[in-house]
């Protein structure tokens, strides 16, 4: 891929990330466990799980946005940089949103085929958690889809270079 495109896609990965953190931040800075109606203790500790996914989501995604805003300032513009940063974007920040380590929730790769949202749940969850969610799905998804072809090409250098 030629620079000017992978600048371009460093440029909008990098807004991406501004706009997720700082939904994420406010949600977070905003809401405590007991505003979300929490009827009992497993619930309670399937709540914090969420929000500690959060959380890790927010490091993950602010330490991509350093590294974007690091890449686009250096002259001259350093390719190789960019596409390993929108690598580890694509597996810290993407994949983690979609299939968290840690289980809070999963993806249902059947609901993305009919236009429905992915994100599902092993608890009921406040409706303020799911519209939170919901609200930053289209855009992990849209990322997702461009940058799936570092996925495959990362890789094939990396196995190339052994």
Not at 48 to 71: D, F, H, T
Not at 73 to 83: G, I, L, N, R, V
Not at 106 to 120: M, Q
Request: hydrophobic content about 35%; aromatic content about 12%; some cysteine.
């Amino acid at each position: 891929m030629g620079n000017t495109l992978v600048k371009t896609q460093l440029n909008d990965v990098r807004e991406f990330l501004t706009k997720s953190i700082s939904t994420l931040e406010d949600f977070l800075n905003e809401t405590t466990i007991s505003q979300l109606n929490v009827e009992n203790d497993e619930d309670r500790v399937y709540v914090k799980l969420i929000l500690a996914n959060m959380r890790k989501l927010v490091v993950y995604s602010e330490e991509g946005l350093e590294a974007c805003s690091v890449i686009l300032q250096s002259e001259p513009f350093q390719k190789a940089a960019a596409e390993k940063t929108l690598y580890k974007i694509y597996h810290q920040c993407i994949e983690e949103f979609f299939s968290p380590k840690n289980d809070a929730w999963f993806e249902n790769s059947r609901s993305a085929y009919t236009g429905r949202n992915s994100i599902k749940y092993y608890r009921n969850v406040s409706d303020k958690i799911t519209a939170l969610i919901k609200s930053l799905e289209s855009d992990f998804q849209r990322i997702r889809e461009e940058l799936e072809y570092y996925e495959t090409d990362y890789r094939t250098k990396m196995i190339q270079s052994k």
